[in-house]
């Protein structure tokens, strides 16, 4: 790959087959730009991909990348990451994969703090399976398998992150293609896990948190003046139940990845022709 | 055989019983002796029984017997639990001075010996349990100062007074023995010159990890594999390695994929339980084409069953567990030092073929230490090959006409190039999905067709290209063909020379692949008898030998929760060879 590398290169030549206006193209064109304004190339850069419509998103781009099973993406990049800390690893998912069937990990990642970025494609609906209740969804928000809405509070996954102690919490709108960029390039920069809800409307299936609903509300934190180191500032902003925000909400300045912690600095994929040279040591243990 | 010396120690969980089996074993070993552990243990903390057996002898030893010789007795449950193992001349060292009151069987030497009292004026009511190793070694006429060495080993963090205390107590008790009692049981210990390492299992499985050059393990806690990945850690480090904990098995075999696909060889290990949730990711293993080594130590199931018995139950999991078809390979290794070997093939064998590889062990090999010689871990003998994994410059061989990477060409064995990240040009995807060469999804017919060939090519490769070996036994031309798979192997052995005695000729195959496996069908016509012995009830592997010989076996098979014992095996061998077979 040329030194030269423009956002395009991560663009595989396969045609998104993502419903015309689905906010998933704004959010993996931040993702691409955002990849290539922070000087990595697709061969270094590893993309894992969850299931679901935002999950097609490893096919459309291109780079080395894994598309895996519902909801353990988090856990892939993880370990891609542990293995190879020379790696640009980013996962990115839906709402239903990474705070659903994926809400385990989900936690478990934020506390790790491994240092990669997860975008998730937060659309509040699902919309691979043709419109059913996502764990994000309104109270009242009618569907197939919720006919007089789930009847029960959406998961706020800012609020979940910020109690699992993350390190970096921000929340972009995919259509603000310069405010998303920046917020994914900020993630990727971050030492540790740089964590981005991305409002990703999905035109066919949810009538309710449309493009127009989200540009009208979106405070932007940016122009409000808010302080991403200040923690408290964060938590009244996560917990504001009445309105919607764009922007990085929370950055430890001080985080510690993961890596650092446990002294992880070797690349895992080169091993010696044979058992290692002390192996014999290994043995011994056991007079 | 030599004559071989049964000795164990029993109590409450959290009595120390492990830890003071553990010296006694390994100061055997010190002395040249060959042991052979077990366990009696619950799935608690404190409280309930365990027990940690030993059989020692200047022969090898590959089994457990129903027979006690010596029993430390910390409980009277543990004589209970006992009772029908001891016999006329076994002696019970116990502690009088306690508060319960000894229930000794008639015709056991009963040796009461003030454990607590003795061990206080060692240092510490705590060395009880090592004064109890004093009086067994006075009982056995085995030299004290073996304990020193397994004592130092022990102790030597806690600094030299804690040592020299553990050695006065064991000597006190000694002493204590000798001067009170007169015990004339026959039991002398002899020592040899002989040098020898004793592990376990898991212990086996992590050191040929380690040797066969994993370096990332990602785990989730489960008897009886936790061992495993508190063998790596600490160890893996000093190759640049790392062992994480995961939240769930569903996140550990993830993470283990991951670091594969990243270009580590990787490993995760487990029990049923574990495999169960490990199972939604197999197919993903498979159809990525990534290489992968996951171990299932076996436990008794369903369920939660008896997390801390022993059975093999997961043989029809391994193979044929998660949704679709999925090439894979099964290998169970047969005793604790081919825990180690099947370890180090399984990293070739996931390498070579990109494929998920289970080695399939149980809690019998787990749980039980046993001798050998060192040569039996020879590091010079570990061969690696990493298969095609290929650099930058043979990238350029495998690009399509558009310059796009075929990490899942059809190739002639089915093996693909596989280019690790970081390899210039070769970027690709990999998926769960059906793809193409590319690894990009298709629902064309024909290329589902290709690559569900190409994936099952490799299988077929693999058995032409590599030996699926039995482990043979016995008389070759025995009319009675006794097939067994994984940890039953020491107990048949023995079994086989209680038979012989009895001038019943066996031939014994061993089989340490599941799958691919070797064809025995002209074994299984040439025998009179063909009994398959395996730790389960429904004789899951008994099952694939009709299937591969479309002949019915006779069928041994236990699931008590408690491994083979060399002459209760004697018996059911006798007895099968003695019933018709049935359909």
């Given amino acids: 790959m040329s030194s030269q590398v423009r956002f395009t290169d991560f663009k595989s030549d396969k045609q998104p087959t993502w419903c015309p206006g689905c906010g998933d193209f704004g959010t993996m064109n931040g993702m691409m730009k955002a990849l290539a304004e922070t000087g990595n190339d697709p061969d270094n850069t590893f993309i894992v991909a969850g299931i679901g419509c935002s999950g097609k998103i490893g096919t459309y781009m291109h780079s080395y990348a894994l598309h895996g099973v519902h909801g353990r993406a988090l856990p892939v990049g993880t370990g891609v990451k542990m293995a190879r800390p020379d790696l640009e690893v980013m996962v990115a998912g839906g709402d239903g994969d990474g705070y659903s069937i994926g809400a385990g990990h989900f936690v478990h990642a934020v506390r790790r703090n491994v240092d990669m970025s997860y975008i998730v494609m937060d659309n509040r609906i699902y919309g691979l399976t043709k419109g059913q209740a996502s764990p994000t969804s309104r109270e009242d928000f009618e569907t197939s398998t919720t006919p007089e809405g789930p009847k029960q509070p959406p998961v706020n996954p800012l609020a979940l992150a910020l109690a699992a102690g993350a390190s970096f919490i921000a929340q972009s709108f995919s259509s603000d293609a310069l405010r998303h960029q920046e917020i994914v390039q900020a993630a990727i920069e971050h030492d540790g896990f740089g964590f981005v809800n991305v409002y990703s409307p999905c035109v066919t299936f949810n009538d309710v948190d449309t493009y127009d609903y989200f540009r009208d509300s979106l405070v932007d934190l940016k122009e409000a003046g808010h302080d991403p180191n200040d923690h408290e500032a964060a938590k009244d902003v996560i917990l504001d139940a009445d309105k919607e925000y764009q922007g990085v909400i929370y950055r430890d300045e001080n985080s510690v990845p993961y890596g650092a912690q446990h002294g992880l600095e070797s690349d895992m994929s080169e091993i010696p022709d044979g058992a290692p040279e002390d192996a014999t040591d290994l043995v011994r243990e056991f007079y | ?583």
């Fill in chain 2, 1 to 583: 055989m030599a004559e071989d010396l049964n000795w164990a120690i029993g109590g409450e969980a959290g009595d120390g019983i492990d830890s003071t089996g553990k010296i006694f074993a390994q100061a055997l070993s010190r002395a040249g002796r060959h042991v052979f552990t077990s366990k009696d243990f619950a799935s608690r903390i404190r409280g309930g029984y365990t027990a940690y057996k030993i059989r020692t002898s200047v022969d090898d030893v590959r089994s457990v017997v129903d027979r006690l010789d010596i029993l430390v007795a910390l409980t009277q449950r543990t004589i209970d639990e006992n009772v029908d193992e001891l016999h006329e001349g076994s002696a019970i060292i116990y502690d009088g001075e306690r508060s319960w009151e000894a229930e000794i069987p008639e015709g056991v030497a009963a040796v009461d010996v003030p454990l607590k009292s003795l061990a206080e004026e060692a240092g510490g009511a705590i060395m009880r349990n090592v004064v109890a190793l004093g009086a067994a070694c006075a009982i056995t006429d085995f030299d004290v100062a073996y304990l020193d060495e397994s004592l130092e080993k022990r102790f030597g963090g806690k600094g030299s007074k804690i040592v020299g205390n553990n050695r006065e107590a064991a000597r006190l008790g000694q002493e204590y023995v000798e001067e009170n009692y007169e015990l004339d049981l026959g039991y002398e210990l002899e020592t040899t010159d002989s040098d020898y390492v004793l592990l376990n299992g898991d212990e086996a499985i992590g050191m040929g990890a380690l040797a066969a050059g994993c370096r990332y393990y990602a785990g989730y806690p489960i008897t009886p594999a936790t061992n495993v990945m508190e063998y790596l850690t600490g160890r893996i480090e000093r190759y640049g390695g790392h062992v994480v904990q995961a939240e769930d098995e569903l996140s550990a075999i993830n993470m283990a994929l991951g670091a594969a696909r990243a270009g580590a060889r990787a490993m995760t290990a487990t029990s049923g339980p574990g495999i169960d949730l490990m199972a939604e990711t197999f197919g993903l293993v498979a159809t990525s084409e990534t290489p992968l080594v996951i171990v299932d130590v076996m436990r008794s199931g369903p369920s939660t069953g008896m997390p801390t018995k022993q059975e093999q139950g997961d043989l029809n999991m391994t193979l044929y567990g998660g949704h679709g078809e999925i090439p894979r390979f099964v290998i169970a290794p047969t005793t604790i030092a081919e825990c180690f070997w099947k370890t180090v093939e399984a990293f070739n064998y996931a390498e070579k073929y990109q494929t998920p590889v289970y080695l399939v062990a149980d809690l019998a090999l787990a749980v039980t230490e046993r001798t050998f010689p060192p040569e039996a871990f020879d590091m010079d003998a570990v061969e690696i090959d990493r298969g095609r994994l290929i650099d930058e410059s043979e990238v350029g061989e495998w690009l399509d006409e558009k310059g796009r990477f075929r990490a899942h060409a059809d190739t002639d064995d089915g093996v693909s190039p596989r280019a690790i990240p970081g390899t210039t040009d070769a970027a690709h995807m990999s998926t769960g999905l059906e793809h193409d060469e590319l690894g990009r999804r298709t629902e064309q017919e024909e290329i589902r067709v290709q690559q569900v060939d190409k994936r099952y090519r490799k299988v077929e490769t693999a058995r032409e290209r590599e030996e699926w070996a039995c482990r043979e036994f016995g008389d070759p031309d025995a009319e009675t063909l006794v097939i067994s798979w994984g940890s039953n192997e020491g107990a048949i052995r023995e079994a086989m020379e209680l038979l012989a005695a009895d001038g019943i000729d066996v031939r014994f195959l061993s089989v340490p692949y599941v799958f691919p496996r070797p064809d025995l069908t002209a074994d299984v016509e040439a025998a009179e008898d063909v009994i398959v012995v395996e730790c389960n009830a429904t004789g899951q592997f008994a099952d694939l030998i009709e299937h591969d010989t479309l002949t019915r076996v006779k069928r041994v098979t236990k699931y008590t929760g408690v491994r083979f014992k060399a002459n209760e095996l004697a018996e059911e061998i006798a007895a099968a060879i003695a019933t018709e077979v049935t359909a």
